[in-house]
């Protein structure tokens, strides 16, 4: 069985650049056998978060949120791809994950991407994101997979533009990152099946 990966997507300006990273995420994952959901706020169209899917009345849940629930319990790993707004992460993130509590995350892995539009590539949004993933239930992988100037280094389909300055740093993460992200994926999922604590 495949390692499901579910890839959420933190922006819903229009003309984000952030679809860039969350596809060029989906085409790794996707590369190394795994079956990626690509949740992206937009198309699911969701409210801002006011109240836990848990709380809410089975007859009065949007089916975008049911089948969010279903994606996220299905999935194994998560990938967060985030842009930096003002040195933090995307509300947009903690909107959509907050209606969760906490069994569609826990003993479950995360890997963290962000970007910019700028030189840093979004770290300090990286690092402000760990605890958050980690409150949540998900042991996130201790490498960042950050885009810095992302409009230069992508397509809008996600492929590395041609002759782009940081398109050697990048690979040279995902050679990493996204093995590292499959291991604890797999790992886990081997030990949810034997029980938890
Ligand atoms: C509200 C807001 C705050 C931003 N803050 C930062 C920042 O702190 N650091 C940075 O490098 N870029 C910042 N930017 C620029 C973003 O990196 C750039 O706009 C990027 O394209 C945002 O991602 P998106 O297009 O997918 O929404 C900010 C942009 C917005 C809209």
Redesign the pocket.
């Given at each position: 069985m495949a390692i499901v990966v579910s890839v959420i997507l933190?922006?819903v300006?229009p003309?984000?650049?952030?679809?860039r990273a969350a596809k060029y995420v989906q085409k790794q994952l996707e590369a190394l056998d795994a079956k990626v959901h690509l949740i992206d706020p937009v198309a699911l169209d969701i409210p801002l978060f006011g109240q836990r899917f848990d709380y809410i009345p089975e007859a009065d849940r949007s089916p975008a949120l049911v089948d969010l629930h279903a994606k996220f319990t299905e999935s194994d790993a998560f990938v967060v791809v985030t842009?930096?707004?003002?040195?933090t992460y995307?509300p947009v993130i903690s909107s959509l994950l907050n209606y969760f509590y906490h069994n569609e995350f826990y003993y479950k892995v995360a890997g963290i991407a962000s970007?910019?539009?700028?030189p840093?590539g979004?770290v300090?949004?990286a690092i402000q994101l760990r605890p958050y993933l980690g409150e949540l239930g998900l042991v996130t992988i201790p490498k960042i997979l950050p885009f810095p100037v992302?409009?230069a280094l992508l397509n809008e389909d996600g492929s590395v533009q041609a002759g782009a300055a940081g398109a050697d740093g990048l690979a040279a993460v995902s050679r990493t990152f996204f093995p590292e992200l499959l291991w604890y994926a797999q790992a886990q999922k081997t030990a949810r099946a034997a029980g938890t604590p």
């Open positions: 933190g922006s300006r003309g984000r650049q952030g679809i842009p930096e707004y003002n040195h995307s970007y910019t539009m700028g840093y979004g300090r949004a992302i409009q």
